[in-house]
């Protein structure tokens, strides 16, 4: 099963930029609560951990908070009109205090070349630079994650690598599929489906108020998704898969998140309020 989101109004000026970022980019193209999981131990050969392999993805987010920060690669694959594009980002997040920075490259449109926005992830909050659309390039667009239809789990062109793992607090029906590697890191592999506002009241409260905004927007709460764990427990790459409307077209989106270099430093600087643009945005 996938998510569907409803089709309903936003708000005017950055909101409406920003939810609409994603579906212009393939427009144009295509024309459990908090801190009970527990530690875990090694994950056997079977995939099982005390409790087996539910609760060993349920953990995984804990993990990831003891752990504080990690180097992070995300990607966006979404299908429409029968064309595929992929948003990709690279950067660092801080998984005790729910911050991160992302540098976001926009797929090639035509013959321009591949765009990149820098992004910083806040609690219930994003922060873009070289957005576009009327901004200046020495300004930041801040945008309430709390007020986007999807809680910014796919409108930034980036899922929020906390986000992605809180996500993961509601799994349900997970099997442990077998072993392979990520990023020469051997994991186990999992594969179950979670639900949006079962994870949203079981979030840590940095990502609460965006998942709620997501559990709001969807017509279903349910997402499929794919998890690798390695001998630790801590979550070395998640894939959930959503799909939405984009006027007639259905669009497909495959969000996906790889964890490495945990304990890297990261830093996140929020521009002061001089540097935030408040004008018009073009969408």
Same mark, same amino acid.
């Given at each position: ?155 930034? #062109?980036? /899922? $929020?690598? &906390? +986000? !992605? %793992? ?10 442990? *599929? ?13 594969? #179950?489906? /979670? $639900?949006? &506002? +079962? !994870? %949203? ?10 998942? *709620? ?16 764990? $390695? ?53």
């Amino acid at each position: 099963m996938v998510v569907h989101r409803r089709t309903r109004a936003v708000g005017a000026g950055a909101v409406t930029a920003t939810a609409a970022m994603v579906a212009a980019v393939a427009a144009g193209l295509a024309g459990c609560s908090p801190g009970g999981g527990g530690a875990l131990g090694a994950v056997d050969e079977a995939g099982a951990v005390d409790g087996g392999p539910l609760r060993a993805v349920r953990a995984a987010p804990d993990l990831l908070a003891r752990s504080g920060t990690s180097k992070a690669r995300t990607a966006l694959e979404m299908v429409t009109g029968g064309t595929r594009l992929t948003i990709e980002g690279e950067g660092g997040y801080d998984f005790r205090a729910g911050h991160g920075r992302v540098r976001v490259l926009l797929p090639e449109d035509g013959d321009r070349p591949r765009r990149a926005i820098t992004e910083l992830f806040t609690p219930g909050a994003l922060y873009m630079k070289d957005r576009g659309a009327g901004v200046p390039a020495d300004k930041w667009v801040r945008v309430d994650t709390t007020t986007l239809q999807d809680g910014n789990l796919v409108t930034g #062109g980036a /899922t $929020d690598p &906390g +986000a !992605a %793992a809180e996500l993961l607090r509601a799994a349900r029906k997970v099997t442990y *599929v077998g072993r392979v590697r990520v990023g020469g890191v051997r994991v186990a592999h999992y594969r #179950g489906t /979670t $639900d949006i &506002g +079962a !994870a %949203a009241r079981a979030a840590a409260p940095w990502a609460r108020g965006a998942l *709620v905004a997501a559990a709001k927007g969807f017509a279903t709460d349910t997402v499929p998704f794919d998890a690798y764990l $390695d001998e630790a427990g801590r979550l070395r790459k998640v894939r959930h898969r959503f799909s939405f409307a984009n006027g007639e077209q259905e669009v497909e989106v495959a969000s996906t998140t790889e964890l490495y270099a945990f304990g890297a430093e990261v830093e996140v600087r929020l521009p002061p309020r001089a540097h935030i643009y408040t004008g018009r945005i073009s969408t």
